[in-house]
């Protein structure tokens, strides 16, 4: 019987790609926030866009670094 061991480049490989999930989990609300705080201003539009497309990015990352350290522990060679 075969027995699955972690594979430590790319377990790590997940956790620096977690780790910017985390930072765009943090500025895509912070974003969001200043865009709906001044409607009135020219650049209310830009923000908007940049802190959805942010936080979008964010949901994106979280998915992936979680399959990729699943993928380090669980994958058959």
């Known amino acids: 019987m075969e027995t699955n061991k972690t594979d430590k480049t790319i377990l790590m490989k997940g956790v620096k790609t977690l780790i910017f999930a985390l930072l ?10 200043i865009a709906f705080n ?15 497309l942010i936080s979008a990015f964010a ?15 669980f994958k058959k060679k």
């Open 59 to 73: 949901i994106f990352l979280l998915f992936k670094g979680i399959k990729i350290i699943m993928n380090s522990m």
């Open 24 to 33: 765009s989990l943090f500025m895509g609300p912070i974003l969001l926030s």
């Open 38 to 52: 001044s409607p009135e201003k020219p650049l209310y539009t830009p923000i908007l866009i940049v802190g959805c």
